[in-house]
């Protein structure tokens, strides 16, 4: 961050006030005007729902360029990542570390990760207090959380080892929980980790393994879900991370932080976006339907939205959606459903839906999340797990942002202020005076 010559200069109509204000400038995308004496100097605060135009913190991990279509992880383009990028915890040494593993880092990070994939053996009774029909999402919020409970030695938040260890358990064992909530969901019993696996390898194992018939490995497959994760292993200040980083700008635990993140993904606007795009296909039913469904879309009454399209910050293609689209072709043709009725509908609605003037005079493109539910259902995914496959993900991507907030000098509790439209200070009236 480097300040720029010129300043920014705020005066009021009626001359009561005048300020200059320091502008910084980031590596890339846009500089900031900083703010931060604007209170003191005028008893103003902003106003910025949605954080439209705030720059909430300075970030060194991921940069997105919204109308370029652009994703950069430590600056390396996401199309390098998830094509010669190597597998997932590559990616996690990237975004944790700033830069991608040499060979021996690369042995060491994979051995260290690989020694934490068991949870504490206790860990189940939590699962086994759920209904068997609790959402996953709802089931690793409480489970994660838990996990505070029985990792008391790396709790010290100001103690860098301790995130450290903290970061790579998150890692390691978010893939057995999102598994383990699976096979409590359907009655099956819990499937430990196999180390001698792969990341994605170990996580299709203990999905889909009985004790009765291991899960043959297919290198296609878990290709596929190597790259949802990588695709999804972090995105900036989005909702969930920017909550990752309020809860935990007040010194919270980094896994009571993840389970915050974890909650606000589960919203439709943000990971439940694939659960909604599958659901909203299976609705359309067929191609015949779209142009009805189209319509609805279109009427501000209705308030159906054409899931997995639009997205806050990329005003073009998200890189990530391509990506994913080629995925889908891949898997779908090893599986040999390259008629999958579900697929040719995406297909049809996407066409229909990047020539309609109403999307794209909006800008609207399909995100990642149009392709991630097609390719998930294929590898045998349900559908209620996709957000929990969406936050096994992005868990290196909050705790590597988690991390950088708390190493930053300039870091301060998360304390926004308001613009107060309610009564102003009034009498409590006795009740028989009450209208
Ligand atoms: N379908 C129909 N219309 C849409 C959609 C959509 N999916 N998304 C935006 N619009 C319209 C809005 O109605 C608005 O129209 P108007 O200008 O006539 O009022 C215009 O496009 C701008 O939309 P905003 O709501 O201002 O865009 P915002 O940036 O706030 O919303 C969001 C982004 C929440 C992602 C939105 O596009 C959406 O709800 N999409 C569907 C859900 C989804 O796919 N979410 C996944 C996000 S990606 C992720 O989390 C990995």
New binding site residues.
């Given amino acids: 961050m480097t300040n720029s010559e010129t300043k920014a200069t705020l005066s009021f109509s009626d001359g009561s006030a005048s300020l200059e204000m320091p502008i910084y400038k980031g590596s890339v995308g846009p500089d900031v005007i900083d703010i931060r004496k604007l209170y003191g100097a005028t008893g103003m605060f902003t106003y910025d729902p949605?954080f439209m135009s705030t720059a909430a913190c300075n970030s060194s991990i991921t940069y997105i360029d919204g109308d370029k279509g652009e994703l950069l992880y430590r600056g390396y383009p996401i199309e390098q990542l998830a094509v010669n990028g190597g597998d997932f915890l590559e990616t996690c040494y990237l975004l944790l570390n700033g830069e991608l593993p040499n060979a021996t880092q690369k042995t060491e990070f994979v051995d260290t990760v690989t020694k934490h994939t068991m949870v504490h053996e206790q860990m189940q009774f939590f699962f086994r207090g759920f209904r068997r029909d609790a959402h996953p999402m709802s089931v690793l919020v409480g489970t994660v959380g838990a996990l505070a409970s029985f990792y008391h030695d790396s709790l010290d938040i100001n103690d860098p080892h301790h995130r450290e260890v903290s970061a790579i358990r998150l890692i390691a064992k978010m893939p057995t929980l999102v598994a383990m909530a699976y096979k409590y969901s359907i009655g099956q019993p819990f499937v430990y980790p196999r180390n001698d696996l792969s990341y994605s390898a170990n996580f299709m194992h203990m999905m889909f393994s009985t004790p009765c018939e291991p899960y043959k490995v297919n290198e296609v497959l878990v290709r596929a879900l190597d790259r949802i994760l990588i695709l999804?292993a972090d995105?900036e200040q989005?909702?969930s991370t920017s909550t990752v980083r309020l809860a935990g700008s007040s010194g919270a635990n980094p896994f009571a932080c993840i389970a915050a993140g974890i909650a606000c993904?589960w919203g439709?606007?943000?990971?439940?976006?694939?659960e909604?795009?599958l659901s909203m296909l299976e609705e359309i039913g067929s191609v015949d339907n779209i142009p009805e469904f189209i319509a609805q879309?279109?009427d501000?009454n209705s308030g159906?939205?054409?899931?997995?399209?639009?997205?806050?910050?990329?005003k073009n293609y998200?890189p990530?959606a391509k990506l994913m689209r080629e995925t889908c072709y891949e898997v779908l043709n090893e599986l040999g459903l390259q008629d999958d009725p579900l697929f040719k509908l995406a297909m049809a609605l996407e066409k229909i839906a990047l020539e309609d003037e109403?999307?794209v005079s909006?800008?609207?493109y399909p995100?990642?999340?149009?392709y991630s539910g097609i390719v998930q259902r294929a590898l045998g995914i349900p559908t209620s797990l996709f957000t929990g496959i969406?936050a096994l993900a992005r868990t290196v991507g909050w705790i590597a942002q988690w991390k950088e907030m708390i190493s930053d000098p300039e870091q301060k509790i998360g304390r926004p202020r308001q613009l107060f439209v309610g009564s102003p200070k009034r009498d409590v009236p006795p009740i028989d005076q009450r209208g």
């Fill in positions: 949605g999804h995105h989005n909702a993904l439709p606007a943000h990971g439940g976006a694939n909604a795009a879309v279109k501000k159906v939205k054409l899931m997995g399209f639009g997205h806050r910050v990329y998200d990530r109403y999307f909006r800008k609207l995100n990642v999340d149009f969406f």
